[in-house]
């Protein structure tokens, strides 16, 4: 308990890592409410009452990919982070296997637990139709080549995720982002360099590109930011970021987009835009000298990204998934739940159930989790 208040006081006195840390949670339950809704409500087109509260619950739950954009600066200016405490003349190894060790701490149970619970609705709840009418949601690929290629993240490159876990992909898309950035780290040469840029763009589908682009910008931000005195201020830059997230949902909200692929590169273009004006207000509330405090900025941003807090948002933003198709199909089957309904009372309280059970569970995976790696730590420690 008493480590709980000293991480809370530390929080509180710097404000950036608080920063970092609501804003983890912001994306992560956004995401949660993004995918909840579209099981639960029908599409606004369809709403019969349009009132300003229908309006607003629809346009922040309709936020889902730009809350995507937003956790990819964040774990971007955690790698930055990294690798500004680790410099590749010194260590950048140390830094790359820690935080591909973060990724894989949200992965290895995630697999575990989505299995089990796609398991278990598919097989008990199998007739509600929600593991088979929703293809969009969940193709439950629960086979052991997907569960093994998905330990070494190669969905959706190779293969589907596994079961329901649709989020999965986003993860593969950062530890790659990771590992390619290594690599160009470590190559000396600016020939060799020039030639990876080169086959990344030629081989990656473009979807990565963007998504990769949007986690450099967080790890640009860092070194930026480490290097310039100047700060925005950070009311214009909440503005721009505001005015990025208005833009971003015009524009996937259009009724008629160019043709493939064009259409799809403008939408793609404004989660980037989300990215940069998030990344321009992180630059705006940025510490001006982080190298004045004892353990520098890096220590308190990584420890809060890697505490049961942040690892909870991290679950939740990537596993919910699994959690929602299951309870979706419990009561569609034990209380006759209509899905998809018009926006009610009663509607959006089984709404705010679903998003807190999902919060629920990513809470008790992740304390399970780490009881689990410090039982292990200690063996280990006992065997030395």
């Known amino acids: 308990m008493r480590s709980i208040w000293v991480n809370a006081e530390a929080l509180v006195k710097n404000r950036f890592v608080l920063f970092l840390l609501v804003s983890r949670w912001v994306a992560a339950i956004v995401a949660t409410m993004y995918h909840a809704r579209f099981l639960l409500f029908v599409n606004y087109d369809a709403a019969h009452d349009k009132g300003v509260l229908t309006k607003a619950f629809y346009f922040v739950t309709g936020l889902g990919h730009e809350s995507y954009a937003v956790f990819f600066i964040l774990d971007g200016i955690i790698a930055g982070l990294l690798l500004r405490r680790y410099p590749p003349a010194a260590s950048a190894s140390r830094a790359v296997f820690r935080h591909a060790a973060s990724l894989y701490l949200i992965l290895l149970p995630g697999l575990l637990v989505g299995a089990s619970l796609d398991l278990a609705g598919s097989r008990l709840f199998g007739a509600s139709g929600v593991y088979t009418d929703f293809p ?45 950035l290594f690599a160009l780290v470590r190559a000396r040469a600016p020939l060799v360099r020039g030639a990876l840029c080169v086959a990344v763009v030629l081989i990656m589908p473009p979807q990565f590109l963007v998504w ?119 009561g569609a089957s034990l209380f006759d739940d209509v899905l998809m309904q018009q926006p009610v009372a009663a509607t959006y309280l089984r709404f705010a159930a679903l998003v807190a059970t999902c919060i629920a569970v990513a809470a008790f995976v992740t304390r399970g989790s780490a009881a689990v790696a410090r039982a292990l730590a200690v063996r280990k420690h006992v065997r030395a």
């Open 136 to 180: 969009a949601f969940s193709v439950l690929s629960l086979s052991l080549t997907t569960l093994l290629a998905n330990l070494l993240m190669l969905q959706p490159f190779v293969v589907p995720n596994f079961g329901s876990n649709s989020m999965l992909y986003l993860l593969s898309y950062l530890f790659w982002a990771l590992i390619l």
């Open 212 to 330: 990769a682009a949007i986690w450099l910008t967080g790890v640009a931000l860092v070194f930026l930011s480490e290097a310039r005195a100047f700060r925005p201020p950070p009311l214009l830059a909440l503005a721009l970021c505001g005015g990025a997230l208005v833009l971003s949902r015009m524009l996937g909200s259009m009724p008629s987009l160019p043709p493939a692929p064009f259409g799809e590169l403008v939408v793609q273009g404004g989660f980037w835009l989300v990215g940069v004006g998030f990344a321009g207000l992180a630059w705006a509330l940025y510490p001006r000298r982080s190298q004045d405090a004892p353990a520098g900025l890096a220590s308190p941003a990584i420890e809060s990204a890697d505490g049961w807090a942040g690892q909870t948002a991290s679950f939740t933003f990537f596993c919910h998934f699994p959690v929602i198709m299951l309870a979706a199909a419990m």
